[in-house]
């Protein structure tokens, strides 16, 4: 049971606001059209997920940490300060779904990010780390029983939905296509591969756990997906099939999708979904500003990894606390036809940086003197650098795309 | 004076200045206080080629000059205690062993000591990260013009430590002499920063009563890990070096596949000390005591008391306190260490013990030991029996323990590492 966590509590993460954002969208929009690609996200998100795993497992390093001794200062800066960026934006990302829930709870969104904003630097900064965990596991679970529950009041056609899951369904027109790569990117980060890794390492799990380890991962994965059905089928039941159109280029686009839910799917589910949207941008709340901090602690060498005080860490609690208070002032201040543009160009910066981690993460678990018994075998390499190239290639599109929309 | 940083990259040139490739790293030889440098790498034609350092006239930031014109590549062999600085330190972790952390290699600092060119110092500081990224004259002046310094931070070679996982590369042995001689508390420190293997290799590097100290002042959590990855033979015989009080609590929380092995390994006595204590609930009296106290006969002379001490005095963890008991183990009174030194040489200690001393029962409840330590100002509580055997003792420190909040001090930084591992593995 030990072993059991990094993966689940990495999934949970991964449907962040802007996962519950992008899937809800997908649903409003496509219906059940963009399921199968679900399916395919799922498998590229547990091979990646068990490389990053892996890493940790043999080297006992964060990735960060492993860039800088493998590949250089540079390479290592290059890779933090993109992460920092792109993490930055998904922060604000994090504030705007915790606006946007309680706006359709009937409450200004203001205090919603503010209550969020608290909450979060005490927890992090004065919490025992235990319960921080513990918070982080309730907190995930309470997302998924509220999509299932959404799902499950919205009455989807769940005949649709299995075939759809298995069927892919190629359309020529270019919206449709963003909104894949658009799914596709929201769960597979650079962040939460760096999360993966450090978390298996700070664990001190070794070696002999890699079978625990994979399955955990794999949980953690279908955990992912499964949630990113229930959200996709709701919105697609009730939204979609209702034919009620959402302007999904407002930041408040989920909490329209959430309000469309109340004529067919009743207030209970409205009410859900937006507990649901506050848990999962809670949660990303308090994992984005800590994976930042510690990789960027990890790879300069910084206070990490050690239970020091407040005043002893400064650089690492200061990161954390100028992540989360920087981006509850931006989400104060700034009008909310630009926060989009600011989210819009987190994504762009995270679709630049994925491909070169992923580059990273796959040369480092081929490299046997690092891995030793754990080095990628031939089938799991071939996979993983399937995966890289699709999500290179998906990157590449959704760069363009969003260069052309902006 | 140079920093590596300015040297890698730089041109070789031969006596007559032609170029023949890059300075691609530097060896040295570790062991001294100032590892000097043997080797130069070079890189040329896209192939390293090894050179002895004599063969170099001349080493600074615009790059080395040779003594010959002809390389001679064949006598060179890395030794056992040579490392390459780029490839085994450089961006790696260290300890920082005044500060007590791990930090990680910026930079490394090259001086003239006695003529020859030595490593003498790591930067740790922005200064050195700055360089790296060929940015530390800019941002110098921008610094400057907010009135701010670029903080430079440098650690002495002879401060530092290197991991084992660094140079496994190597396979050099760290003596890790320095950290050896560390309290116990700052080294736990430093262990509780590195990474598995780099702990066990630690660990290993120590004796059994260093090691054993180390681990006493570790968590709970942590001790269960470092026991569960050393050898079982090693873990036994750590065991055996610690307070059985804590080694009791550290075997209770072992694997069951990992305890039976241990304490098998283990020598009898230890190991029947250490599981007895094991068979009391961990929140009683039974549960914190230990049983390394010092118990002596009424008959015995204050002098001959206190040559017993001498003889005890090694293993016992106090000896502020000596208690006496009768032929059954039954607790009798108590001297204390004052009154065995002012008493005539000569007379009985059952003269002048104190003859009804403050007990506690094995089942009494941790808050109930505190209490009594607390009102009567003991530095040790005796633990007995139904029967008022004499059972173990539990000293001052072991019983405030449960007054202090478990952990007392908040712990953020490390990812979920703590408290959701082991224990239930």
């Known amino acids: ?116 904003a608290v909450v979060v630097v005490v927890l992090l900064t004065r919490g025992s780390y235990k319960w921080v965990q513990y918070i982080f596991v309730a907190v995930g679970i309470c997302v998924s029983i509220a999509y299932f529950v959404s799902a499950i009041l919205a009455h989807p056609d769940w005949g649709l939905t299995a075939s759809s899951l298995v069927v892919p369904r190629l359309e020529s027109n270019s919206a449709y296509w963003v909104a894949v790569v658009a799914t596709v990117g929201t769960t597979i980060t650079p962040w939460g591969q760096a999360f993966i890794q450090s ?16 399955i955990d991962v794999g949980f953690g994965a279908l955990l992912t997906n499964v949630i990113a059905l229930f959200i996709v089928v709701a919105c697609a039941a009730a939204v979609y099939s209702a034919r009620i159109t959402v302007d999904t280029n407002s930041p408040q686009a989920v909490g329209q999708i959430a309000n469309a839910l109340r004529p067919l799917a009743g207030a ?47 650089a690492f609690y200061g990161l954390m606390i100028f992540f989360v208070v920087f981006a509850a002032i931006f989400i104060l201040l700034v009008p909310k036809d630009s926060l989009i543009q600011v989210m819009l160009t987190a994504q762009i910066v995270n679709c630049l940086l994925l491909p070169f981690v992923l580059v990273f993460v796959m040369r480092l678990a081929s490299n046997r003197e690092l891995m030793g018994p754990l080095t990628s075998g031939r089938l799991l390499n071939a996979v993983g650098w399937i995966g890289t190239g699709l999500l290179v290639v998906l990157s590449m599109v959704l760069l363009v795309t969003s260069f052309v929309s902006v | 004076m140079l920093y590596l940083s300015q040297a890698i990259g730089r041109p070789v040139r031969d006596k007559l200045g032609e170029p023949i490739g890059t300075v691609a790293d530097l060896i040295v030889a570790i062991g001294d206080r100032y590892p000097p440098v043997t080797g130069i790498v070079v890189k040329t034609n896209g192939r390293e080629i090894f050179l002895q350092w004599q063969a170099v006239a001349s080493l600074d930031a615009a790059g080395a000059t040779l003594q010959t014109t002809a390389i001679d590549i064949s006598k060179f062999h890395q030794r056992p205690n040579e490392i390459r600085l780029k490839r085994d330190l450089m961006d790696r972790q260290i300890v920082d ?51 701010r310094d670029v903080p430079e931070r440098y650690i002495d070679w002879e401060d530092v430590d290197p991991l084992e996982r660094t140079i496994a590369s190597v396979k050099l042995r760290v003596p890790h002499k320095g950290l050896a001689e560390l309290h116990p508390a700052d080294l736990a420190t430093i262990m509780d920063q590195l990474s598995r293997n780099d702990r066990v290799g630690l660990i290993s590097s120590l004796d059994d009563e260093a090691a054993a100290d180390a681990i006493g002042e570790m968590e709970p959590e942590t001790q269960v890990d470092i026991l569960e990855d050393l050898e079982p033979e090693r873990a036994a015989d750590i065991l055996e070096e610690m307070d059985p009080d804590e080694a009791a609590d550290l075997v209770a929380d072992l694997s069951d596949e990992s305890r039976v092995e241990i304490l098998g390994l283990m020598e009898k006595d230890e190991a029947d000390e250490v ?30 008391t206190i040559d017993r001490l001498r003889e005890l005095e090694p293993d016992a963890e106090t000896i502020y306190y000596v208690y ?70 539990v000293t001052v420190d072991d019983a405030i323990d449960t007054l202090l909040p478990h952990p007392a001090r908040i712990r953020i930084p490390r990812l979920f590492g703590r408290g959701s591992g082991a224990p239930d593995r």
């Not at chain 1, 997920?49 to 590949?71: D, H, W």
């Not at chain 1, 933090?80 to 604000?92: D, E, P």
């Not at chain 1, 700070?202 to 625990?212: A, M, T, Y």
């Not at chain 2, 930090?103 to 700055?130: I, K, M, Q, T």
Request: hydrophobic content about 50%; some cysteine; aromatic content about 8%.
């Open chain 1, 268 to 314: 209970g589910a409205t009410y859900l979904f937006a507990i649901g949207l506050l848990a999962a941008s809670f949660l990303g709340l308090g994992v984005v500003p800590l994976t930042s901090a510690y990789a960027a602690c990890e790879a300069f060498g910084w206070e990490t990894g050690v239970d020091w005080r407040l005043r002893e860490a400064p």
């Open chain 1, 1 to 116: 049971m030990g072993v059991l966590g990094p993966g689940l509590v990495s999934g949970f993460a991964d449907n962040d606001a802007g996962g519950i954002t992008t899937y809800s969208v997908a649903g409003a929009k496509f219906g059940y059209e963009l399921l199968w690609v679900l399916l395919i996200s799922q498998i590229v998100l547990f091979f990646t997920q068990e490389v990053g795993a892996r890493l940790g497992l043999a080297t006992g390093q964060g990735l960060a940490g492993l860039v800088r001794e493998r590949y250089g200062v540079r390479w290592a800066s290059f890779m933090i300060s993109a992460m920092l960026v792109a993490n930055l934006g998904s922060i604000v990302a994090e504030f705007a779904g915790c606006g946007a829930a309680v706006t359709v709870m009937g409450y200004p969104s203001w205090l919603g990010a503010l209550i969020a």
């Open chain 1, 199 to 214: 978390y298996v390492a700070d664990k001190r799990l070794g070696p002999e756990d890699l079978v625990g380890e994979r």
């Open chain 2, 97 to 147: 062993i005044d500060g007590r952390k791990v930090v990680r290699v910026n930079d490394l600092r090259l001086d003239e000591v006695d003529g020859a060119l030595h490593l003498v110092a790591v930067d740790v500081g922005a200064s050195g990260l700055l360089r790296r990224l060929g940015i530390e004259g800019p941002w110098r002046t921008l610094a400057h013009g907010f009135h």
């Open chain 2, 275 to 304: 599981q007895e204590l094991m068979t009391y609930g961990e929140d009683t009296a039974g549960g914190i005591m230990t049983t390394e106290f010092v118990a002596v006969p009424a008959s015995l002379t204050a002098a001959q």
């Open chain 2, 324 to 393: 006496v008991t009768d032929d059954d183990g039954k607790l009798v009174g108590v001297l204390s260490l004052r009154d065995l030194i002012v008493a005539k040489p000569s007379t009985c200690i059952a003269t002048f013990m104190y003859g009804e001393p403050v007990v506690v029962h094995t089942d009494a409840g941790q808050e109930e030991v505190t209490d009594i330590v607390a009102r009567y100002n003991l530095l040790a509580v005796p633990v007995v029996d139904a029967d008022g055997r004499l059972e173990g003792i």
